[in-house]
C-alpha cells in the first residue's frame, strides 16, 4: 500500500456528478477505490507520450475509468499499416492526425474527462514544459532517443514514468520514480545500444495484441499510483513472453553513479538526445532519391542495386533487378559485388541501407549510395503497386 501521488488539496475540491457516480459505480463499490479514489482519479492529470500501440489502450482505459485530464502527445499521421495494434484509430482515421483520431476515440469513450492534445514531437526544447503540467506519464514511445528525454525530464520535474516497450512476442512495463525511492531508466540502461541494432516495430514487427498488453498494464500502474493502493511496479520490471504466456520479474536498483538521478549528478537539463542515441541523421553518407533511381533504370545505366531486407520482407515487396543481401551477411558477401560498378543499397526506409553503405566504405567502396526512403518512398513516388508494409 502506498500514498496517493496527487495533494490532497486538489482532491479536496473534486466532486462526482450524478452522471459521474453511475457511471464510475463498479469502482465505487470497492473498498480499495470508493468515492475518495475516483475523486482522485478525476482531479488527475496524466499525459500518455505516443498514440500508437501502447498509447491506445492505455489512453482508452484511463478514459474510461475517468481519469479527469488526459494530455496525448504525437507528431504523426494514423497508417493503415498502425491499425493492426493501435486501437484508438480506425480504418475511416486513415491519414489524420493521430490526436485528433485519439481525441474522438476518447470522447466517445467518456465525455466527462478533458483532453489536450500536443500535437508535435517531444523535443528537447519542449519537453518540460508539456511535462510539468501533469501528475504523472505513460512513456508510449517506440525509440531511445525519447525514452531517455521522457525519463530524464520527469526525474527533474519528479513525476513518474510509467514505462512499457513491446518487442515482436516480448514486452515490459515499470515505474522509473527515483523521487518515490525507486530507480530511473538511465539505472537500467545506462547506454544507449549501437543505432539500428535494435529494429523497431516497423522492421521486426509485433504481435497486434501485444502492445494490448502491455499498454494495459501501463494504465494499471497509473491509476494504482494516482488512487495510492496496492504496490506499484518501482524497483521492479515486468517482463512478458507472449508465446509462452508467462510473465517473469526482475528487481531493479538505482544506480548511485547516475547522471541524472545519483548521488552526484551530472546532468541537470534536457540534452541533445538524436546525438546521444546516434539517431541523428548522417549527411555524409552518400545517397540518391527514388526519383533518381528512377530515373537511372529508365535511362538503362549500369549498376547495381541490392536489399539489404529480410528474405521475408522480399517476399512481400521488392523493387524489380534489386537483388537481396541481408545486412547481416553483406560483410561477408562483398566479393559478390563488383566494385567497378555504382552500388545503389536500398531497404525499408533507408535506415539499415545506410548502415551498409557505411560498412561497404569501411571495407573500400568508394561508388556506393544509399536509396532514401527505401521500398516505401519507391512505392509512395514511384510505383504505387508496390505493397507498403
Given amino acids: 500500500m502506498h500514498k496517493s501521488i496527487l495533494p490532497q488539496d486538489r482532491v479536496d475540491g473534486v466532486d462526482l456528478t450524478r452522471e459521474e457516480t453511475a457511471r464510475y459505480s463498479r469502482h465505487l463499490i470497492m473498498p480499495e ?43 504523426d499521421e494514423v497508417d493503415l499499416s498502425n491499425l ?14 493521430k490526436v485528433e483520431s485519439a481525441r474522438d476515440r476518447l470522447r466517445d469513450i467518456n465525455p466527462e474527462i478533458d483532453l489536450e492534445l500536443h500535437q508535435c514531437r517531444l523535443c528537447s526544447e519542449n519537453a518540460s514544459q508539456i511535462v510539468s503540467k501533469y501528475d504523472l506519464i505513460v512513456d508510449g514511445s517506440d525509440n531511445f532517443a525519447t525514452r531517455y528525454l521522457s525519463n530524464d525530464v520527469c526525474v527533474f520535474e519528479e513525476k513518474p514514468n510509467v514505462y512499457g516497450s513491446i518487442f515482436r512476442f516480448e514486452g515490459q512495463t515499470t515505474v522509473f520514480a527515483p523521487h518515490l525511492g525507486g530507480p530511473c531508466y538511465r539505472c537500467l540502461f545506462p547506454e544507449p545500444p549501437p ?40 524497483g521492479r520490471l515486468l517482463h512478458f513472453d ?41 549527411d555524409s553518407t552518400p545517397a540518391i532519391s527514388v526519383q533518381e533511381l528512377k530515373r537511372k533504370m529508365d ?91
Fill in 33 to 75: 477505490v470508493t468515492v475518495e479514489g475516483q475523486r482522485r482519479l478525476k482531479a488527475a492529470r496524466v499525459l500518455c507520450i505516443g498514440a500508437g500501440g501502447l498509447g491506445s489502450p492505455a489512453a482508452l482505459y484511463l478514459a474510461a475509468a475517468g481519469v479527469g485530464t488526459i494530455g496525448i502527445v504525437d507528431f
Fill in 84 to 97: 493492426q495494434r493501435q486501437i484508438l484509430h480506425g480504418t475511416k482515421d486513415v491519414g489524420r492526425d
Fill in 195 to 234: 543505432p539500428e541494432s535494435v529494429p523497431n516495430c516497423a522492421q521486426a514487427g509485433v504481435l497486434g495484441v501485444l502492445p494490448g498488453i502491455i499498454g494495459t498494464l501501463q494504465a494499471i500502474e497509473a491509476i494504482k499510483l494516482i488512487i495510492g493502493i496496492g504496490e506499484p511496479l518501482i
Fill in 242 to 282: 507472449a508465446l509462452k504466456v508467462k510473465f517473469r520479474e526482475l528487481n531493479l536498483r538505482r544506480d548511485p553513479q547516475c547522471p541524472v538521478c545519483g548521488d552526484n549528478p551530472t546532468i541537470f537539463s534536457p540534452i541533445d538526445y538524436d546525438q546521444f542515441c546516434g539517431a541523428r541523421v548522417d
Fill in 299 to 389: 535511362a538503362r545505366e549500369v549498376f547495381q542495386l541490392i536489399d539489404v531486407r529480410e528474405a521475408f520482407e522480399y517476399e512481400i515487396a521488392r523493387i524489380d533487378g534489386a537483388r537481396l543481401i541481408p545486412l547481416g551477411e553483406i560483410a561477408e558477401r562483398t566479393d559478390e559485388l563488383e566494385r567497378d560498378q555504382s552500388i545503389l543499397v536500398h531497404c525499408h526506409s533507408g535506415q539499415r541501407s545506410a548502415q551498409a553503405v557505411r560498412l561497404l566504405q569501411q571495407r573500400g567502396f568508394t561508388n556506393v549510395y544509399n536509396v532514401e526512403g527505401g521500398i516505401d518512398a519507391w512505392s509512395d513516388y514511384i510505383d504505387p503497386s508496390v505493397p507498403k508494409y
